[in-house]
């Protein structure tokens, strides 16, 4: 595994950082280091990127804001890439309704410059604290609505595939579902259009205050991810949690919040691990009291196959285990 991370650090010459901790880069902020991180400031950097993936088959990790991440704290022996300020810019185009924003562009920002331009359809981003990449990925919604709703057209560059060259795939070909899609660990989404409606800026703007003030009634501060496990059908994560019992417990340096069950909270220089074993945890209780077997929004990275199991997380996912590529 080192030589080919020493293969691909050669390769990506000074465009790589080395042991670079990604615990900063995340809302949980723990976790450890990633083997390599790259800081794309253009399309020409994940070409470099994909040049280095395709030619040693190390893992890649794009990483967005980080609001849905969980680095185990062995960190990530891969590539980590971030997008720059320019793949962050937002275009609204109040006559056509229409959207054009980066994948980096910061949800909240959209959601207000879209109701800032007359237009309505994506304030419910406005609570969201993700990037518009990490968003297209995780099909991320709330209030009744998600990005499926308003999603057009993305542009991606597949690192597995030598990472020159975006292009455009129709939203309808994404597979987008409840909190899922079928973008892959190596796909970078570049930006992304939506479709939105004219609307009124002023009851627009009362929508959006309503959703931050009900975020701030309703979900803890601090460090966590957000909702850690998706909802059953017709039921809610957060419910079933908090009746079998796991409200406010604890594992070590992580706790599920005692003011929302399906967040869980990590210390102040906590541990990934800790997290990771409370989500375990967790998902046994609940289980055990419900028959329910929850399934993790959050998206684990670095850990052995059989953590990942146990939270119930993706497996898709770069896991710690050596040679796997993807
Ligand atoms: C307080 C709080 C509240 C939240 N509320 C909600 C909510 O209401 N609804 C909801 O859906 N989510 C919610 N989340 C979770 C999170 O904000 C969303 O999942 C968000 O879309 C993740 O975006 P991100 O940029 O942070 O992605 P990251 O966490 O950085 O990454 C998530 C996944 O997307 C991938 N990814 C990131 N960027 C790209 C890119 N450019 N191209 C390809 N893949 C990429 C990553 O590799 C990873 O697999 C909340 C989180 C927090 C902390």
Known sequence: MSERLDEAAALLGGRARRDVSLAPLTTYKVGGTAALLVEARHADDLALVGAAVTAT??????????????????????IAVVLGEAFADVDVDGGAASVRAGAAAFLPRVARATVTAGLTGFEWAV???????????????????DMAASLTTITLVDLADGGAGERAVAA???????????????????SAALALAPGDPAAGKATLAEIVAWRRTHQPGGHNAGSVFTNPAGDSA????????????????????????????????GSADDV?????????????????????ETR???FAPEAVAAAGADPSTPTAAPGKAR
């Open 300 to 302: 684990l990275v670095g």
């Open 172 to 190: 309808a070909d994404l597979a987008l579902g409840y909190r899922t899609s079928n973008v892959a660990p190596a796909h970078v989404v570049t």
């Open 276 to 296: 990771v074993a409370l989500m375990a945890e967790v998902r046994r209780r609940v289980a055990a009291e419900a028959g329910v077997e929850l399934h993790a």
């Open 127 to 145: 609570g969201v604290p993700g990037s518009v990449g990490g968003a297209v990925r995780m099909n991320a919604g709330g209030h009744g609505s």
């Open 57 to 78: 088959g190390i893992d890649v990790l794009v990483v967005g804001k980080g609001s849905n991440l969980l680095v185990a704290d062995a960190g990530f022996r891969g």
């Open 238 to 269: 957060g419910r079933l949690i908090d009746v079998a019992g796991a409200k406010g417990l604890r594992v070590g340096t992580a706790e599920v919040s005692p003011k929302h069950a399906n967040f869980i909270q990590a210390d102040d220089d």
